[in-house]
């Protein structure tokens, strides 16, 4: 593999897609140098200005008129977090794609939350402890207000045990299945009672009398725990860093999953998670995944915008609109994932309604960058396409029919379309 093709394959993992003036970038500054600054950490942006959750501050007794009004306004908050959002996965840098892999891990969907504010609250904290140890980033998770209204926190009580989050903090954002028993579920569920979110404050707190102080017996060890106790244990597991390790290899490098020793090797980096993505990176076996990942929806329009100058922040309301229509119809929106498991990873991307859908977001994106496609009319413009693209090369087959293409924005199309730019 090339030097130029190693950092492309770099680039495309860390980030939402990276441009050409990008690649160029990290090849004069060599693969070491790239990755380091990829995954330095980044401030905490100022948040967008929501307002208060108007359902929240809905005086009692309020008339149906008044929820009604109050839920449109809750709507358009979730789409102003969503396309803030947006405009900044369209900046440079590996933070916001870290973000969104700790949204999909940390699977909460505004649906059922139903407030902004929280899930601004949420991701602000995956940005906050994401890229560090593990420990801290998990402590917080279980108080996360989002999370335990997703997961029915503030119904489990000391009288009547809700065993939802245990579950799903053990299964399918620490461990994974075959790490602990059902009895640990309900002593984790145990530990978590009592935890009630005010949504007027956003802020979840312990209330004592719904708590179950007494003592249990957790993933073999007994004692009285609190959350924090809990989240230690979790992240001390020895099953924890495979799990992650894990994990991570499906989102950043192939859907199919590392072997028993890629995981081994990763998960030798430790707690940290910017270590293990570093790890991850350097493997002996990062490099073969190249042309191995199909890319999810938010990634295929994020790094199209990207390698297209599109200034997402600067886009009107029609354009604003086009871009959420497309997340809808290419079935992933952020801030709504389809359960508690995330989004699915890999060819569940290259259905016959995705390849369609696909192919009229590309005519829909085009659109938005004409400046882009009027690089595309020279003799050269195949190759042109592929370094906009950053696409290594194209089959003979994509290369018969981007030829065809008389129209400059058909062209780009096309190429936005391919199985090539689909799969990276």
Same mark, same amino acid.
């Given at each position: ?21 990008? !690649? ?41 008129? &008044? ?6 306004? &809750?709507?358009? &908050? ?219 929806? !938010? ?12 200034? !997402? ?77 950053? !696409? ?33």
């Amino acid at each position: 593999m090339t030097d130029r093709r190693a950092l492309s394959h770099l680039l495309r993992r860390l980030t939402f897609g990276p441009t050409s003036a990008e !690649v160029d970038a990290a090849v004069r500054a060599g693969y070491d140098a790239t990755l380091t600054g990829l995954l330095r950490s980044a401030p905490l942006p100022a948040p967008p200005d929501l307002g208060a959750d108007p359902v929240a501050r809905l005086p009692t007794g309020a008339g149906r008129d &008044q929820r009604q009004a109050a839920r449109r306004e &809750q709507s358009e &908050q979730v789409t102003a977090l969503t396309r803030w959002w947006l405009a900044r996965m369209a900046g440079p840098g590996a933070a916001e794609k870290l973000t969104f892999f700790w949204h999909g891990h940390w699977a909460t969907s505004v649906r059922k939350v139903r407030s902004a504010q929280l899930m601004l609250t949420q991701q602000q904290t995956l940005r906050r402890y994401g890229s560090g140890d593990t420990g801290p980033l998990v402590r917080a998770m279980v108080r996360d207000p989002a999370l335990i209204l997703w997961l029915d926190g503030q119904k489990n009580i000391r009288r009547a045990p809700n065993e939802n989050l245990a579950r799903e903090l053990m299964e399918l954002f620490t461990l994974g299945l075959g790490a602990y028993t059902e009895n640990d579920v309900k002593a984790g569920a145990r530990v978590l009672t009592g935890w009630q979110v005010d949504r007027a404050t956003g802020v979840a707190t312990l209330a004592p009398k719904r708590h179950d102080d007494r003592p249990v017996t957790l993933l073999g060890r007994t004692g009285a725990w609190d959350v924090d106790a809990y989240a230690d244990q979790l992240v001390r597991h020895e099953a924890h860093l495979p799990f992650l390790a894990g994990r991570l290899w499906v989102r950043y490098a192939a859907a199919t999953g590392p072997s028993a020793d890629t995981v081994a090797r990763i998960a030798a980096a430790g707690r940290n998670t910017t270590a293990l993505l570093s790890a991850l990176c350097r493997d002996p076996d990062f490099a073969a995944t190249d042309g191995r990942q199909v890319k999810q929806p !938010v990634e295929w329009l994020i790094g199209a915008l990207r390698q297209l100058s599109v200034n !997402v922040a600067g886009l009107g309301e029609q354009p604003q609109q086009r871009l959420m229509k497309i997340l809808r119809g290419l079935g992933q929106v952020p801030l709504r994932p389809p359960s508690v498991g995330g989004w699915p990873a890999g060819e569940a991307w290259l259905t016959t309604a995705t390849t369609l859908a696909r192919l009229q977001a590309a005519q829909t994106v085009a659109a938005l960058a004409p400046a882009a496609a009027d690089r595309l009319t020279g003799a050269d413009r195949i190759e042109a396409l592929a370094d906009l693209l950053v !696409v290594n090369t194209w089959t003979a087959g994509t290369r018969e029919a981007l030829q065809s293409a008389k129209d400059p924005l058909r062209l780009l199309a096309l190429g936005l379309s391919s199985p090539e730019y689909a799969v990276h």
